[in-house]
């Protein structure tokens, strides 16, 4: 059964901290991408990974970086963690164009 | 700005059809997904189409005309489980790009 995982569910942080939110997939995928979801806009894409240590910016990659040392594993960093950054962060990954497998999310907020 | 363009939300009763629009943008297009997403869970895969036509998987379907820059999903004896909200997807070079999804009610 493939998977992506994201290492938490839910997440609550302070404003300024460093964030980490950790994805692994088990697929051998070489393609892998960020997505924040908010209501009424659908999920917005923050960053994304061809390869390992490649890495290109989304829609929205203001206030975030992210790592890919290991083809398996891509990482979204959140600088210094702000109130607006509060949503729900989905993972995929995908191989292709056809189907791209996601995580089941984290849910961050920011106080 | 968005390149997808999807009603927002779409409310039929069970055992109905409904279908559901997708615009896309044209340069660099590779082919146009649909995904299933309930409350508080993870997008799910459900259709791919690259060539002008209909796929079919059982209840659902999914059409593309690549001279409109137009798709749609198609869904058949609705149920009411079928209550979720549905994104249609295209590449733009590396890039995966949800339209902002239109949100299905399925009511008895």
């Known amino acids: 059964d493939v998977k992506v995982t994201q290492s938490s569910r839910y997440l609550v942080k302070r404003t300024g901290e460093k964030v980490f939110l950790e994805c692994v997939q088990d697929m051998d995928h070489e393609n892998m991408f960020w997505y924040r979801q908010d209501p009424g806009l659908g999920l917005r894409l923050i960053y994304f990974s061809y390869d390992v240590k490649m890495k290109e910016k989304g829609d929205i990659p203001e206030g975030y970086s992210v790592s890919r040392e290991k083809k398996e594993r891509f990482s979204l960093i959140l600088e210094s963690a702000s109130t607006n950054q509060t949503s729900m962060y989905l993972c995929?990954?995908?191989?292709?164009?056809?189907?791209?497998?996601f995580g089941q999310g984290t849910r961050l907020t920011v106080v | 700005g968005q390149s997808l363009e999807q009603p927002s939300e779409v409310t039929a009763v069970e055992g109905a059809i409904v279908q559901i629009n997708c615009t896309y943008q044209t340069s660099g297009f590779y082919g146009l997904s649909w995904y299933q997403q309930h409350d508080g869970g993870a997008p799910t895969f459900l259709s791919y189409?690259?060539?002008?036509g209909l796929e079919e998987t059982g209840r659902f379907s999914s059409f593309l005309s690549r001279s409109d820059s137009y798709g749609y999903l198609l869904l058949q004896e609705l149920q009411m489980k079928d209550s979720a909200s549905y994104f249609c997807l295209e590449r733009l070079g590396g890039k995966l790009i949800f339209g902002q999804g239109t949100e299905l009610s399925v009511k008895p």
């Open positions: 189409n690259a060539l002008d």
């Open positions: 995929a990954s995908t191989s292709g164009d056809t189907e791209a497998f």
